[in-house]
Structures are given as C-alpha cells and as structure tokens.
T-cell receptor, first 114, second 113 residues
Framework: ETGVTQTPRHLVMGMTNKKSLKCEQH?????MYWYKQSAKKPLELMFV???????ENNSVPSRFSPECPNSSHLFLHLHTLQPEDSALYLCASSQEGVPYNEQFFGPGTRLTVL | TQLLEQSPQFLSIQEGENLTVYCNSS?????LQWYRQEPGEGPVLLVTVVTGGEVKKLKRLTFQFGDARKDSSLHITAAQPGDTGLYLCAGERPLQGAQKLVFGQGTRLTINP
C-alpha cells in the first residue's frame, strides 16, 4: 500500500463511450499527477496539479480531461478515445516545496479501448 | 529523442549472479530516483541520489550518481527471484518553479531460480 488508490483497476470501453478514472491519496500531499504508461514508451507525464491548480498539460489531446476538486482527489475524464489510448494510467502524488520530488504511485488503471 | 536512456532494456539472469543497470543522459538533474514496478502495480520508490558521486546502498542494491549528475547506475549483488521487476530511473528537473520527473524507458529484469 502506497497511500494512493485508483479505481477502476481495469476498464474496457468503446470509442464512443464516456468514462472517468478516479485517484485518491491519503498522504496529505499537495501535488497530484496523471501518467500514461504504454508498452514501448517511457512513463509519459500528462497532467500536474499543485494545490488544486493545473500547472502542467503535457500536450495531451482534449479527449482527456482532468479534474482536481481538492488536494486529495484527482479524476481523468475520458471521451471518444482511440485504440492507441489503450495503456496503463497511473496516478501519483508528492509534496511540493520539500527537497526532491519523490512520488508515490497508485496501482494504475489498465485501459483498453476497442 | 529519449532524455534518459536506460540499458539494457531487458535482462534475464540466473539467481546468484550480479548485474548492473545504467541510466544515462546529456542533461544535468537535481536528483535521480530509482523505482521498481511489479506486474499489476505502480512504481515504488527505491532511492533518491542527490550529490554528484553519491553512493547509496539498500541491502544488495547499490546506487550511484555520476559526478556530473547526468547518469546513474544500479548494481545488484547475488540477485534473487524477488528482484524481478521493471526498474525505472527518473531525473528531476525544474519546471515552472516546481520539479518535474523525467523517466527512462525502464529495464525489465528477470531472475531465474
């Protein structure tokens, strides 16, 4: 247990569906992240939220829409995805403002887009 | 262009052998972190190295940060099947006043009994 939970753990969706991924951290951190992990690519940073404000959008397509209602919860809303969006989506949290951005990851959501 | 290059990408060895994994870049990092990821789980932080030339040990794992803070290595002595997993290095760089992690593509390690 890393203190970061993600639901669902597995998701299969069609290209016309709308779904949401949820992340919750129980560590009291003030920064949360969404990463995409594909089979043949390194971990790709998608979004960063610091004190609920989005500080990074790493050229992510608009079919991915993040939401951070408070410092403990992070959502990733998905709509009209493409098969190439199939991947493991990881949420992480850290404490900004202290030395070294050591991140704590959730177990991920394995997403398959048909 | 990959900012952090890890080598080898795949490694399969017998239990009891030693191995070294490398993480190289042309960029300087304020810190370098190593994570291990097991199937069905997210990466878990193993160690953070900060100072050029720094060496840290975690039981049979030895981590070293290059003198110029551009590269790092992970050495495992007498590997065990429990060491099997995906090892990721991540360099920390400043981004808009915050710190951002850049990950290597990982080394998938298999230790055979």
């Amino acid at each position: 247990e890393t203190g970061v939970t993600q639901t669902p753990r597995h998701l299969v969706m069609g290209m016309t569906n709308k779904k949401s991924l949820k992340c919750e951290q129980h560590l009291g951190h003030n920064a949360m992240y969404w990463y995409k992990q594909s089979a043949k690519k390194p971990l790709e940073l998608m979004f960063v939220y610091n004190f609920k404000e989005q500080t990074e959008n790493n050229s992510v397509p608009s079919r991915f829409s993040p939401e951070c209602p408070n410092s403990s919860h992070l959502f990733l809303h998905l709509h009209t995805l493409q098969p190439e969006d199939s991947a493991l989506y990881l949420c992480a949290s850290s404490q900004e403002g202290v030395p070294y951005n050591e991140q704590f990851f959730g177990p991920g959501t394995r997403l398959t887009v048909l | 262009t990959q900012l952090l290059e890890q080598s080898p990408q795949f490694l399969s060895i017998q239990e009891g052998e030693n191995l070294t994994v490398y993480c190289n870049s042309s960029s300087v990092f304020s810190s370098l972190q190593w994570y291990r990821q097991e199937p069905g789980e997210g990466p878990v932080l193993l160690v953070t190295v900060v100072t050029g030339g720094e060496v840290k040990k975690l039981k049979r794992l030895t981590f070293q940060f290059g003198d110029a803070r551009k590269d790092s290595s992970l050495h495992i002595t007498a590997a065990q099947p429990g060491d099997t997993g995906l090892y990721l290095c991540a360099g920390e760089r400043p981004l808009q006043g915050a710190q951002k992690l850049v990950f290597g593509q990982g080394t998938r390690l298999t230790i055979n009994p």
